[in-house]
């Protein structure tokens, strides 16, 4: 068990390995089920079907800010919304985006500046040492971990 982890960043903490930061449950969780963009691309990631993210929104935004960008909560009109039980009341789950970026129908409309220097941003931190603690694969270009 030993043989997967790694201390790939230099991290004082120690070895570590990646891991999901996805779990089951999206439909007991519904406000954790929402779009997060990635600092390298700008691209919009959700946990995947019937799953939701395992963290808070508070340590998933702290998290994606490590990677030196400001994010969001913003309503992106990706039709991520349901009725709450107890309201009756529609509830619009707001996406943790980069700050500024635009969208329309969930789709990212820009200013392209933001990702270029949000990218720019997360380049540096991820060539230093340590990597903050969600993490994108692919060298920055994946999927998040």
Not at 88 to 113: R, S, T, Y
Request: contains cysteine; hydrophobic residues 30%; aromatic residues 12%.
């Amino acid at each position: 068990m030993n043989a997967r982890y790694t201390n790939n960043d230099n991290d004082p903490e120690g070895d570590w390995a990646s891991d999901n930061p996805s779990g089951p449950g999206a439909s007991s969780h519904k406000k954790m089920v929402y779009a997060i963009q990635s600092p390298f691309t700008g691209e919009l990631h959700y946990p995947p079907s019937g799953a939701c993210w395992r963290s808070d929104k508070k340590d998933m935004k702290a998290w994606l800010q490590a990677w030196g960008s400001t994010y969001e909560e913003k309503w992106i009109d990706d039709e991520n919304e349901f009725i709450d039980e107890k309201t009756n009341k529609v509830v619009k789950v707001k996406a943790l985006v980069l700050k500024g970026a635009e969208f329309k129908d969930g789709v990212f409309q820009g200013p392209n500046e933001i990702v270029k220097s949000s990218q720019l941003k997360a380049e540096k931190i991820r060539d230093s040492d340590p990597w903050p603690r969600l993490i994108f694969t692919g060298n920055g270009y994946g999927c998040w971990r």
